[in-house]
């Protein structure tokens, strides 16, 4: 489900820090074209894909995952809302042990604002009310750090943290993060986003995604995509060009309320777009016009791009689904939760469908029975080398 575009409200954002400030200033810009359109483009992309039901063998999983992180050799999957709760799973997919330690002890945590898995230190790190949480892939307490403000966004690269809120992010209208090192000390603040945005619409969002060498952020609006380096001291903006679909000169500043800036939107003939998610050789884009969903893939190499029709057939279905989801990137391929029901319907999708690509015909092979070994699964998508 797209994002509704809310105007936020942003307030000071105070922390301790007795070391110097410093700021970035190796910055690159580009504007990414999506004109070019290539229906067949996503004819050849999808190399194979498998359906791995979650073995809940000890009923553990009480909630509703929403979150996938790889550790070292499986996945972790979260519940950051109704149960707050953790689901670790071993490498054929059965949930080995759960961590639900949900509350205001000095080894627990409130809420779950975000999660990461630290592989360098083999800790999960989750962020809470105004505290760091770590524990270990057993579930086993490791420490816990408490701060001064609320932050509520975390990425982990090389055992560095990098914490920032949202809704506090502006300080003196300019974005700042935290790098923290691994004994939660401030390295520095960083500021690498100046002097590309200082307005309202272009300030970055949240991440939206990351692999082992960078992550990604989208801005409010204005078709804007960041990607920050793992160490944190290089930062390159894209323009996403949708031609005379863009919307980037919208200033949302100008209404009243969200719901005011949304109808506008739905209104008007643009590309409304939100979730994104890179590979190695492709960016895939959901994308909203006059309220219908629809999926835009690019590939890098070629600059090759394909946008759905309205009516989505079997294959947008399932990679637009793989986007809208709680997804992770491990080389060219996406791992993403469903719920083990939906597997069935795209099987039945499948075989009512004339189509002859690889998603479909994996769906047709595949045994119903095994899809309700749980009430969720990770499905596992390859794409082909688009490099």
Not at 133 to 150: C, H, M, P, Q
Not at 289 to 294: A, Y
Request: one cysteine or more; hydrophobic letters at 40%; charged letters at 20%.
């Amino acid at each position: 489900m797209l994002r509704n575009y809310v105007i936020a409200t942003f307030i000071l954002l105070s922390f301790s820090c007795n070391r110097k400030s410093q700021t970035t200033d190796a910055r690159s810009l580009s504007t990414i074209d999506f004109t070019s359109l290539d229906p067949s483009l996503k004819d050849n992309i999808v190399n194979r894909i498998n359906v791995h039901p979650i073995k809940d063998i000890n009923n553990l999983i009480t909630g509703y995952p929403n979150k996938i992180l790889q550790s070292d050799n499986s996945f972790v999957l979260a519940d950051l809302e109704a149960k707050k709760e953790i689901y670790l799973l071993n490498e054929s997919f059965i949930v080995k042990g759960k961590i639900a330690k949900s509350g205001n002890g000095p080894e627990e945590y409130s809420d779950i604002y975000d999660l990461d898995y630290d592989p360098t230190y083999q800790n999960l790190v989750i962020m809470s009310h105004s505290k760091m949480v770590e524990y270990s892939l057993s579930g086993d307490f490791k420490r816990a750090i408490t701060f001064n403000f609320i932050p509520d966004h975390l990425i982990l690269f090389d055992g560095k943290k990098i914490i920032w809120n949202v809704n506090t992010a502006l300080e003196n209208q300019i974005f700042r993060f935290y790098e923290l090192n691994h004994n939660y000390e401030v390295i520095h603040r960083q500021i690498p986003f100046m002097p590309f945005e200082q307005t309202f619409n272009n300030v970055p969002n949240k991440v939206t995604g990351k692999t082992k060498e960078l992550a990604y952020f989208t801005s409010w609006a204005n078709d804007t995509l960041y990607i920050l380096n793992k160490g944190a001291d290089q930062l390159h903006k894209s323009i996403l060009n949708f031609g005379e679909k863009s919307y980037r000169d919208v200033d949302l500043q100008k209404f009243v309320s969200s719901e005011e800036a949304n109808l506008y939107l739905e209104k008007s003939n643009v590309l409304q777009w939100d979730l994104i998610t890179l590979t190695e050789g492709y960016i895939f884009v959901g994308v909203s016009q006059s309220g219908k969903g629809q999926l835009i893939i690019h590939k890098k190499s070629t600059k090759q791009t394909y946008l759905s029709k309205q009516n989505l057939d079997l294959v947008d279905y399932v990679l637009l689904t793989a986007i809208n989801s709680s997804n992770v990137v491990v080389g060219n391929k996406i791992y993403f939760i469903v719920e083990s029901e939906m597997i069935n319907e795209l099987k039945q999708f499948s075989l009512e469908s004339e189509s002859n690509n690889v998603i479909a015909e994996s769906f047709r092979r595949m045994e119903v029975s095994s899809a309700n070994a749980s009430l969720f699964s990770i499905v596992e998508l390859e794409l082909k080398n688009g490099i």
